[in-house]
């Protein structure tokens, strides 16, 4: 008999004959969870540097424009653009440190961003967070809501038109690629006369009760669901093809509990991929869409920002909409991970 050492011993297994089998070694797990953790980090780096990137051109932005900054900050306060004289901007420099050179006011902005300090807005006198915060909720509201109906639309539309007859599934790709190109004022705008002006059954001004929120939600909702589905469609006809569906249809399973208990989950990958993204496109879409439907939240105090001149409340709208696209993505890039035990070993 062949004796072994303690490590080769660590790294066998039994069979039912008591004959030794190589199983896994010991250190794999290990280096498995060190790559893992490696590729962990590097997601974190790069989200860290994206969010550098956005802050740092919010801030140049300001600097780029024309004219003097304490000028501007002076007449959106009075009211009325004329000269100023250095008395009169002097508190205004003060105020904003516009006295010191670009990189302290670079580095300070920095330094803000850290504390949550997203500066002071030059028309309300008062913290961006506390404008922005106001308002926020509502939009988050609506972003979720309109991600919800683009993800049931989606699944709805997809499981009934792929893998069927070739007319059938022409008629679905269509749609898809259809309404993925539909712009959100042209959708609301038809939304609205038809079931707002038109049925009756929507208030034409979106209101704080939940029928408020379901034309507006569907608005940006539409286009949404023709993006995932087109992701979507292509993995579900190959996953139709696969064996183990074979399997389930052989052991008496019908055709819906096929489609949505088995193929569905694989199919979906493609799509929780987008749902990243999808989160920004919410948000920007949220900017035409709450002007459209007069609805409270950052996208219409996006727009009176712009009208005003208002810098600190659009560059913080602009730093807070690129974490939460850099956050949804981690989020996405974890939950593909637990949908597919396979990708672990890959981070």
């Not at 004219?67 to 000269?83: L, P, V």
């Not at 609506?142 to 499981?159: D, E, K, R």
């Not at 993995?235 to 055709?255: C, H, I, N």
């Not at 496109?281 to 459209?292: D, H, K, P, R």
């Amino acid at each position: 008999m062949t004796l072994t050492s303690p490590t080769d011993r660590s790294i066998l297994t039994h069979d039912a004959t008591g004959s030794p089998v190589p199983g896994p070694a010991g250190p794999v797990p290990r280096r498995r969870s060190l790559v893992v953790g490696l590729g962990v980090l590097r997601r974190l780096g790069a989200a860290l540097i994206t969010l550098w990137g956005a802050a740092t051109l919010a801030f140049f932005a300001q600097m780029a424009l024309p004219g003097d900054r304490a000028t501007t900050i002076f007449n959106i306060r009075a009211g009325q653009a004329i000269e100023r004289t250095p008395e009169e901007l002097a508190p205004i420099n003060q105020a904003f440190g516009l006295q010191h050179p670009v990189l302290v006011q670079y580095l300070d902005y920095l330094g803000g961003l850290l504390r949550g300090d997203l500066g002071t807005s030059y028309q309300q006198f008062r913290p961006v967070t506390a404008i922005i915060g106001e308002q926020f909720p509502s939009t988050v509201v609506l972003g979720l809501t309109a991600i919800l109906f683009a993800w049931i639309l989606m699944v709805l539309w997809v499981t009934l038109t792929a893998g069927r007859p070739a007319w059938v599934r022409s008629l679905g790709a269509f749609v898809d690629t259809a309404t993925a190109g539909l712009p959100h004022y042209w959708i609301g705008i038809l939304l609205l006369v038809v079931f707002a002006a038109g049925l009756g059954w929507f208030p034409v001004i979106s209101a704080d009760k939940p029928s408020g929120i379901v034309l507006p939600a569907l608005t940006l909702a539409i286009p949404l669901a023709g993006f995932l589905g087109q992701s979507t469609r292509t993995e579900f006809e190959s996953t139709l093809g696969q064996p183990f569906v074979t399997t389930a249809r052989l052991r008496g399973l019908g055709d819906a509990t096929v489609r949505l208990r088995h193929v569905l989950r694989h199919a979906l990958l493609p799509a929780v991929t987008l749902s990243g993204w999808a989160i920004g496109a919410t948000l920007s879409g949220a900017v035409i869409v709450e002007s459209l439907y007069s609805r409270r939240g950052i996208g219409t105090v996006l727009v009176n920002a712009v009208n005003q001149q208002d810098l600190p409340v659009v560059t913080g709208i602009v730093v807070l909409v690129a974490a939460i696209y850099v956050v949804a993505n981690l989020l996405v890039d974890a939950l593909y991970l637990v949908l597919d035990p396979r990708l672990r070993s890959q981070a």
